[in-house]
């Protein structure tokens, strides 16, 4: 059975940074591209970033480039999102998810993203 758990959000000031983390368990982690995907308050999924599985490739929304850094380690079946000069508009529950852009076929639950002084 595959799950995603994701961690790390919380509440951080404008310019602060934060390090999610995604634990994959249930499949074999180093053969699939992996996501994150956020929603905001009353807005619709937005694809963040990606990687290919053996994380040589990463890709980036253009609203997070230079900002956010997309990793994984494959002996620990864990993806990272690590995010600095955090914007209040990058308010939002996080998920990370298995596929490249919009080819995920599983979530996590989300782990929540606040910016705000």
């Known amino acids: 059975q595959v799950q995603l758990v994701e961690s790390g959000g919380g509440l951080v000031q404008p310019g602060g940074s934060l390090r999610l983390s995604c634990a994959a368990a249930g499949f074999t982690f180093s053969s699939y591209a992996m996501s994150w995907v956020r929603q905001a308050p009353g807005k619709g999924l937005e694809w963040v970033s990606d990687i290919n599985s053996r994380g040589g490739s990463t890709y980036y929304a253009d609203s997070v480039k230079g900002r956010f850094t997309i990793s994984r380690d494959n002996a620990k079946n864990t993806l990272y999102l690590q995010m600095n000069s955090l914007k209040p508009e990058d308010t939002a529950l996080y998920y990370c998810?298995?596929?490249?852009?919009?080819?995920?076929?599983?979530w996590g639950q989300g782990t929540q993203v606040t910016v705000s002084s």
């Open positions: 998810a298995r596929g490249p852009m919009e080819e995920y076929d599983y």
